[in-house]
């Protein structure tokens, strides 16, 4: 990835989310790409460690302990953020989300779920850009990319609070991408199927005991049942080369976007 024409500084990326999963592989990815990263997450040992695979590429790593929910929390670790980046930052990636409960009706959730999976998937992007952008939009230069989920492109019985977060996202992110495009800042979603990431290989896993059969009979059964075209889910490293693409020269005409990326079942 190239700075900007007017920063002769290395770029500099905020990833939250970056102590596991797609969020930590997109950073080490934007690392590898030349940027130093700035990793954002509640789990600081898990953070230390995406730190240190970035720091063996060559590039910084700064470890932000924050609950994205917590609006004093995300605020203290973005003064931290932009003391250690000189005040840049040019890539800003919104990874840290959960699932929240999976199969509760509308009329069974709890409102208590239904805020925890807003909070995290909605307003920890809000508290993010709505600091970052002013600063991108100083440099003249950004990309901001949100991670969505196809259950943000349609509905989906028993994943309302999910799918309600990652619709709002889109929202944001298009209004965000309307203010923001006249200072040479990008703003758009990237919208994963399934992503065989720890937490959902273990759920396959875990199915698979309970029922007596191998891992490859539940994930065979699962593309069948998604109607999957490519008949594989994501690896992180699919949703991570979207990313790629969005924040490298491919992505500066593209805004206000949703680019999916689920093998093929919203089609
Ligand atoms: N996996 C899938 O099948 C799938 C499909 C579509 C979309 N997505 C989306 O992709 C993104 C990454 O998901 P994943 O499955 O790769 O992740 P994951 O492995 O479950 O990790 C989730 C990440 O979010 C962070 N996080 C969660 N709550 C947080 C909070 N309150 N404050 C700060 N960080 C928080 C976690 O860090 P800490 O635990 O350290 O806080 C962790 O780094 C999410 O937005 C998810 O909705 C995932």
Redesign the pocket.
């Known amino acids: 990835m190239n700075a900007p024409a007017s920063e002769p500084l290395r770029p500099v990326a905020l990833v939250?989310?970056?102590?596991?999963?797609?969020?930590?592989d997109i950073a080490i990815a934007l690392a590898e790409d030349g940027c130093n990263v700035g990793l954002?997450?509640?789990?600081t040992a898990?953070?230390e460690a995406t730190a240190e695979r970035i720091r063996a590429l060559g590039r910084e790593a700064c470890v932000l302990t924050?609950?994205?929910?917590d609006e004093n929390s995300v605020s203290a670790v973005l003064e931290q953020f932009l003391v250690w980046s000189g005040g840049a930052v040019h890539v800003l990636v919104n990874?840290?989300?959960?699932?929240g409960p999976l199969g509760d009706n509308v009329g069974q959730l709890q409102l208590t779920d239904f805020d925890a999976v807003m909070a995290?998937?909605l307003r920890?992007p809000f508290l993010t850009m709505s600091r970052l952008l002013p600063v991108m939009c100083g440099q003249g230069y950004g990309r901001v990319v949100n991670?969505?989920?196809?259950h943000g492109m349609r509905g989906r019985a028993g994943r309302a609070s999910y799918a309600t977060s990652?619709w709002a996202l889109r929202g944001l992110t298009r209004s965000a991408a309307l203010e923001v495009g006249a200072h040479g800042v990008t703003a758009n979603v990237v919208a994963?199927?399934?992503?065989a990431?720890?937490?959902?290989r273990q759920r396959w896993a875990d199915q698979a005991v309970e029922e007596g059969v191998s891992e490859s009979v539940v994930l065979e059964r699962y593309v069948q049942a998604m109607g999957m075209a490519l008949q594989r889910p994501n690896e992180?490293a699919d949703v991570v080369a979207t990313v790629r693409f969005l924040v490298g020269e491919g992505g500066r005409n593209i805004t206000g976007q949703e680019i999916v990326v689920d093998g093929g079942v919203i089609v």
């Open positions: 939250t989310g970056a102590s596991s999963g797609t969020g930590r954002l997450g509640r789990r898990a953070l924050a609950d994205v929910c990874a840290a989300g959960i699932p995290t998937n920890g991670i969505g989920g196809t990652k994963p199927g399934a992503i990431v720890e937490r959902m992180t």
